[in-house]
């Protein structure tokens, strides 16, 4: 997936929680279930882009 690509979806992932977790509460299933998703995208982004970031940065 393109880093670009990526952002947005972490973006809008991002939106989507915070609109989930004001209409029915942090605690609610849906917004912990939301909130699962974006740190699935958040870890691959990890993964993909932070990770090399830094082998790259300590040769």
């Known amino acids: 997936m393109i880093k670009q ?3 947005a979806l972490i973006e809008k992932k991002r939106a989507e929680l915070i ?5 029915n509460g942090l605690t609610s ?5 939301y909130s ?3 740190d ?3 870890n691959e982004y990890n ?8 082998r790259v940065a300590s040769l």
């Open 5 to 7: 690509d990526l952002i």
């Open 19 to 23: 609109q989930v977790a004001v209409t």
């Open 29 to 33: 299933s849906i917004a912990i279930r």
């Open 36 to 38: 699962q998703e974006l």
């Open 40 to 42: 699935h995208l958040l």
């Open 47 to 54: 993964r993909q882009y932070i990770k090399k970031t830094r």
